[in-house]
């Protein structure tokens, strides 16, 4: 089993899916040194989310499975802060930290996700299914028209689970579960349960 060392950020209520482009803003100086530190080594970085009602002192707990991503772009601002967008690859199940101070580094194993590529018809429904209930939501949160028609790009998106997912708020719980599930119908399933849900509450 090969590992691999990779910079953990901790943000409340804050997932990575993959394939989705996530912007930060980077201003703390621990995180600063972090950004700098990813940017030196590959460029990658793990989003760690934790439940937004959490406090303690020290740092917030750590799900075992993360979604990790690459940086594509970075702003660098005078003042040293910075913003950048960070594109969702996949997830990674940590196997141990080697730091916690000033940042989070973690040893982690890559996991692989099913493709919305060669599905079977059963599937492709599902698919279509929550697009439908998807745009549902939207609409009734007052979405602009151009976006609603954009969503159907999602049919052929990569990872149009996740891809929702990432766009509509719900438990923390359950995102963190679709988030880690790697079969794209078990992912689906769960979804619908979700959407269906949030139509039923307008």
């Known amino acids: 089993m090969s590992t691999f060392p990779l910079p953990l950020f901790p943000l409340p209520d804050v997932f990575l899916f993959p394939g989705m482009f996530l912007p930060l803003h980077i201003f703390e100086p621990r ?8 940017i030196e080594n590959g460029g990658e970085m793990g989003m760690a989310p934790y439940p937004k009602n959490w406090v303690g002192p020290g740092f917030p707990p750590i799900p075992e499975v993360v979604g990790y991503g690459h940086i594509i772009q970075r702003e660098s601002l005078s003042d040293g802060r910075s913003n950048i967008i960070l594109e969702g690859i996949g997830t990674a199940e940590i196997v141990s930290l080697d730091s916690t101070e000033p940042f989070y580094i973690a040893q982690i194993v890559r996991r692989e996700h099913q493709r919305n590529k060669n599905v079977s018809e059963t599937l492709k429904e599902k698919i279509e299914e929550l697009l439908v209930l998807t745009k549902r939501i939207l609409l009734a949160e007052g979405a602009e028209e151009d976006l609603i028609l954009k969503m159907n790009q999602i049919l052929v998106h990569p990872y149009p689970v996740d891809f929702i997912a990432s766009l509509i708020y719900f438990d923390f719980k359950t995102k963190q579960t679709i988030l880690e599930t790697t079969q794209l119908e078990t992912k689906a ?8 849900g949030l139509n039923l509450g307008e």
Do not use: I
């Open 31 to 38: 995180y600063r040194m972090m950004l700098d530190f990813c």
């Open 189 to 196: 399933d769960l979804l619908k349960t979700v959407l269906l």
